[in-house]
């Protein structure tokens, strides 16, 4: 049995709110494993349209999250072939960030946040990219340890990184956190850490902090 | 006459798994090295393997988006100081060839490349005569 790779077009689709030619910020944020774009999207709309343009790309394989029928999920990768899962999303957020970027104005903040499966596949995206990001936030979620540190610390050391986390999050353990240490040690960067009461969801009124700088 | 014939499928046998254990391809070495090797103002984007599968695969390829007004550098390392014969051509959005590391029939260790579209661009790794069809990668950029 041999096994070939094949590369194809592959027509993809994000979600969009608010308004990129009043827009000061564009956050583009990633979901987590099993959630929608158009779903996760929501969980922004209390920022403000004409300052805020938020943009949720979303998984590249959809499924079932239950049986074969019901409600639909994505993922951005699973174990299986995960290199060529990671070589695909890096593509399709490249392609997203490139088209989003020409609507903006000059100057805008660009803020990168991750939520639970998405923190990684975030922040293996900004290694491999060349992408401009003012401020990484991931939530509830941590680096991946597949970055190559030495040169990892080049692509994030200009940018603001922000841990946010639940303390009843129910996924992270401190085994998760001694990674995280492990690995941000490896790199050689620093983190501010956010932590709000509550479990592995998007917190509105911490979201809200971080949104206006007032946390 | 069976002990021969027993002897005779061991040794077939044993000698196959040498052949596969010569064959195994260790591109995380050669990627590992390939990294520094990046010309000095090149920032390291991705590392790519190159496992042709012991003359198995006749073209390894990835696939990257590249920005216009960026400088991109491709670089090959395989054993020794040579290519092996792996050579890395760049093929537009359109599978048009943009670039190439073989110049006036010389194998050179990598390619420059700098973007004027924006899109998605396929780096595709061949093997001309190559010895152990075994190699590692890496991609920068600059501005």
Same mark, same amino acid.
């Given at each position: 049995m041999n096994e070939r790779s094949i590369s194809f077009l592959h027509k993809s689709r994000y979600f969009e709110t608010g308004n990129p030619e009043t827009a000061k910020e564009l956050w583009i944020v990633l979901h987590g494993h099993g959630q929608l774009a158009q779903y996760f999207i929501k969980k922004f709309q209390d920022l403000d349209p004409d300052q805020y343009y938020i943009v949720a790309p979303e998984g590249l394989s959809r499924y079932y999250l239950s049986g074969y029928s019901g409600r639909v999920g994505a993922t951005w990768m699973t174990k299986e072939d995960r290199l060529s899962d990671i070589e695909n999303y890096v593509n399709y957020l490249n392609v997203v960030y490139h088209e989003v970027v020409s609507k903006?104005?000059?100057?805008?903040?660009i803020t990168f946040l991750g939520f639970s499966q998405g923190t990684a596949t975030v922040s293996r995206w900004i290694a491999q990219s060349e992408v401009k990001a003012?401020?990484?936030?991931?939530?509830?979620?941590?680096?991946?340890?597949?970055?190559?540190?030495?040169?990892?610390?080049?692509?994030?050391?200009?940018?603001?990184?922000?841990?946010?986390?639940?303390?009843?999050?129910?996924f992270l353990t401190p085994l998760h956190f001694d990674d995280q240490q492990k690995i941000i040690k490896e790199i050689g960067i620093t983190l501010i850490t956010i932590v709000f009461d509550g479990n592995h969801i998007i917190h509105k009124q911490t979201l809200m902090k971080i949104a206006t700088n007032s946390y | 006459m069976k002990k021969l014939f027993y002897l005779l499928t061991l040794g077939t046998a044993l000698s196959f798994v040498s052949v596969n254990a010569n064959a195994q391809c260790n591109a995380d070495t050669y990627t590992n090295t390939c990294i520094p090797k990046l010309s000095s103002g090149f920032n390291f984007l991705k590392s790519y393997k190159i496992d042709g599968a012991g003359g198995g695969k006749s073209k390894v390829e990835y696939s990257y988006v590249f920005t216009k007004g960026t400088q991109y550098m491709i670089n090959i390392c395989a054993e020794g100081e040579t #290519?092996? %014969? /792996?050579?890395?051509?760049? *093929?537009?959005?359109?599978?048009?060839?943009?670039?190439?590391?073989?110049?006036?029939?010389?194998?050179?260790?990598?390619?420059?490349?700098?973007?004027? #579209?924006? %899109? /998605?661009?396929?780096?595709? *790794?061949?093997?001309?005569?190559?010895?152990?069809?075994c190699g590692g990668s890496a991609l920068g950029f600059k501005r």
């Open positions: 903006l104005k000059e100057n805008v903040k003012d401020r990484l936030i991931l939530w509830s979620g941590i680096f991946p340890d597949d970055m190559k540190p030495e040169y990892t610390k080049k692509r994030y050391d200009e940018i603001e990184i922000i841990n946010v986390y639940g303390e009843k999050d129910e | #290519t092996d %014969g /792996i050579v890395v051509t760049l *093929y537009d959005s359109k599978r048009q060839k943009v670039g190439t590391s073989v110049y006036n029939g010389q194998y050179l260790s990598g390619m420059n490349y700098p973007c004027n #579209t924006t %899109g /998605i661009y396929y780096i595709t *790794y061949t093997f001309e005569n190559s010895a152990n069809y």
